[in-house]
């Protein structure tokens, strides 16, 4: 009756001469035999600084060479350092961003109509200028004052006239 002791954690248990022969009794349990196979690092999470552990192969293929202990913070990092601005694979020069821009400093409303809902509101270019995206060249219309003032000379004239 073979007592071995377990290469992990050291642990006597019983093997049965059989699986000794085939190289088999070296480890007490699954979880042993689990742990005898991982040839990885534990690493720190670059964001939450957590303890996690990363394969050979996962060290090996990280670009950055930052580790991560999930999704959410890779998540995290991407959209806060990594992929902003010039640095994002879509951007265009800046030259669509004026959206965003008018949501942070202006009010919603439509300048012509003053309805103030928002699924139909689009931002206008008064000098029909794309790449001028000066908060004074933006204004807030809906789609059919949009549709008035790019078809029509009068009622872009009257949205243009201040008003006293």
């Known amino acids: 009756m073979p007592i071995i002791q377990c290469k992990i954690c050291y642990n006597k248990f019983y093997a049965k001469p059989n699986w000794i022969k085939r190289g088999w009794g070296k480890y007490c349990s699954t979880v042993c035999q689990h742990k005898s196979q991982k040839n990885g690092k534990i690493v720190e999470c670059f964001i939450c600084k957590k303890e996690t552990y990363k394969t050979k192969k ?4 990280s670009k ?3 580790y991560f ?3 959410s913070c890779q998540t995290i990092w991407r959209n806060s ?6 640095n994002h694979p879509n951007w265009k020069d800046g030259e669509y961003t004026y959206r965003d821009r008018m949501l942070r400093h202006k009010i919603q409303i439509c300048q ?10 689009a931002v206008h270019h008064v ?12 204004m807030w219309i809906c789609h059919n004052c949009h549709f008035l003032i790019h078809h029509y000379k009068e009622e872009k004239e009257k ?6």
């Open 112 to 121: 012509r109509c003053k309805t103030t809902d928002k699924r139909i509101l």
């Open 69 to 71: 202990c999930g999704k």
């Open 127 to 138: 000098d029909k200028n794309r790449k001028n995206n000066n908060l004074d060249n933006l």
């Open 81 to 86: 350092i990594v992929y902003i601005g010039i």
């Open 159 to 164: 949205l243009m006239v201040p008003i006293v």
């Open 58 to 61: 996962a060290l090996r293929h």
């Open 64 to 66: 950055s060479k930052k």
